[in-house]
């Protein structure tokens, strides 16, 4: 069974990794992929987006892979949305030693917090600088506190002691106080480490885990002691060794920060970072998990067991009858052999019978003869007065004989008692072929569906890994595009990636491109020492005004100018201050006016389809199937759904199935200003 709980140690030392990572990114976007779990989507400038997941109860990790995000955000995700984006995420800590960490935002209304408690059931609570509580992923009063909405917010009570600044002189006096309770378990509840940690620092130690604290001796304290600061000599100094620990099988079993004395023996795999093998960890285990979570192997095996009694019975049924119709029949031949002299016994018992008289005087003399050592008389076994039958025994069989039938009725009624258990094996017969049947398909369906709980978590990992995040090219930060003629182009989102852009990554035989009027981006045309042809040219210029503030204000064209990177300066003119994001030009402009403002979001053929965006010829080489946008007054997700709806309707069936699960927030980059309208009747 895969690790579950995220230990006071994981946290510690993913907190450390992501303070490094994490802190002064902005929040770009929050998604809420189920009941428990947040996607945090951070920018760093200069570094690669960077995506984060808190799932409440069980973990924290920064993650390589695209999650599959829901259509609709919950309500939880909604208040996030309304008070993060746009925000900084400024700190983050764990408080004290425990499965609590915080995340400190400033953000637009002020310093916010985000708390995640990964203990127990586990909760995310968003709280003002003060503490109030503005929403909690689940509301609940408890006994010691409540996360009820406006109320302050209480970090949970803790009755361990953080192991950091334990000395150890308080570790023993704690251990004692435990009486005969067993070390391992005293060791949990006095630093709070968890059960994989207490063992590991006996394992480290020698000591017995059941043996009981009052037999402790001080030099057993004093190992303790010693292997603690061991082990956490490792978190502090950050000589992590992460690593997820393999079965015989190569199925995870668990992941930590450092060696572990008790998986010596085990296969492991190193990781560079914690955050790296949680990832690996954690989201592999979560698909495996998904991939099975709706096949109940269980409900067949259980109808499969059913029909194996059920045909048991059946078949029993069938021996058994088919044992009494054979004992049947040779009892009506015994009778047939031994006719006369049954008939003698039988009428002596039926004429009294038929008289009226006392049946037991018969009996009398009937027994009598019997001692006497009359042969007939010794088949008689005794008479049954209830239902009026001579019960005799002969050979091996004992039989009834009715005084209501003759010797020859009784004969008949046992072949007839056979033939009619025939007819009952019939029916035995049929209802045991149905049973075979309904078994062998349970068994065909339980094969399928055992096969498909295997191979589910494989395929379902087969799938993650290709929605893993592979590292981007430098200009995959930017807006980019390959025109016609297969030049890079490149462009600014804004203020800080103009500047980015310019002073970075523009080389000095470059061509710049920026739109006449204030709010363009810088669009960089990368000519790698080759001359770019007129429709490069035209290409970057409509690709530089339809993400500037033209597109935005519903103009129909721009002015579009170019430059070479030497005409670029930071300084103006004596006094004059050039703003973060914006250059001076300097010498002659190269114009292409009137630049229509039109924009082509199209989908590349081949075994992963993919969304591309940018000029309209650039799109067109490179896709069949594509749709264009102009300026206009539609926007916000209705449009972007329009826009995706009219898209994926221009492609074939499969190929649209393919892309069925297709969310807007693929298509909403690509998009300017996420405004505008469909061109009608555009390829």
Known sequence: ???????????????????????????????????????????????PPIQLVLEAGRRLHLTNYALEKPPA???????????????????????EFE??????????????????????????????????????????RMRDRNIVRKEAYQMPPSNSKNPFAVTEAELEAGLKAAGAAEVVRALVRFLGVGGLYAE?????????????????????VKSIFGALQGLLSAFSGQTLEP????????????????????????????????????????????????AV???????????????????AEQEQALVDEDRKTAVDKRIGDTVYEHLADLQVLLERFAATWRKGEDLQSVVSLVKAAKQAGNPTASWFESFDSRNLAVNVRVGEFTFSLSLRKSIYENAAEFYNRGKRAKQKMASVVSALEDSRKKLAAIEKQLSKVEALKTAAPAEAL????????????WFEKFRWFRSSEGFLVVAG?????????????????????????VGSPFAVIKTAGKEPGEATLQQTAEFAADYSRAWREGMGAADVYWVKPEQLSKSGPSGEFVPRGAFMVNGKRSWLRGMPLRFALGITEGEEPMFIGGPVDAVKALTKVCLVLVPGDLSGKDFLKQVLRSLLLKLPKEQREKLGKTSIEDIREFVPYAKGRVAPNQY
């Not at 979570?293 to 045909?311: C, N, P, S, T």
């Not at 087969?462 to 090219?473: D, I």
């Open 1 to 47: 069974m895969p690790k579950k709980d995220f230990t006071s140690f994981d946290l510690y030392a993913v907190v450390q990794e992501l303070k490094t990572k994490i802190v002064d990114a902005r929040v770009n976007n929050v998604y809420q992929l189920d009941s428990k779990t947040l996607l945090f989507k951070l920018h760093k400038v200069n570094e």
């Open 493 to 517: 989102k804004d203020v800080v990636s103009n500047e980015v852009l310019i002073k970075k990554h523009t080389d000095p035989y470059d061509v710049v491109f920026h739109v006449d009027i």
């Open 462 to 473: 087969e799938e993650l890994e290709s929605r893993k995040v592979q590292s981007k090219e």
């Open 99 to 140: 499965r609590v960490v915080v995340f400190q935002f400033r953000a637009r209304d002020g310093n916010l917090k985000l708390i995640l408690e990964l203990f127990g059931e586990g909760n995310i609570i968003l709280t003002k600088e003060g503490g109030e509580i503005l929403q909690a992923m689940f509301f609940k």
């Open 200 to 220: 590991e620092l006996l394992q480290r130690t020698g000591v017995e885990k059941t043996k009981p604290c009052d037999t402790l001796t001080t030099e057993d």
């Open 293 to 311: 979570a709706g096949i109940d192997v269980g409900q067949f095996r259980r109808e499969a067991e059913r029909l194996k009694r059920m045909i």
């Open 73 to 95: 955000p919950p309500a939880f995700c909604m208040t996030l949305r309304k008070y993060l984006p746009g925000g900084w995420l400024s700190g983050v800590e764990q408080h």
């Open 243 to 290: 690593n997820i620990v393999l079965d015989d099988a190569d199925g995870f079993v668990n992941v930590a920060p450092v060696k572990l004395k008790r998986y010596e023996g085990f296969k492991q795999q190193s990781y560079g970072s914690f955050n790296e093998a949680l990832d690996e960890f954690y989201v592999r285990v979560t698909a495996a998990e998904k």
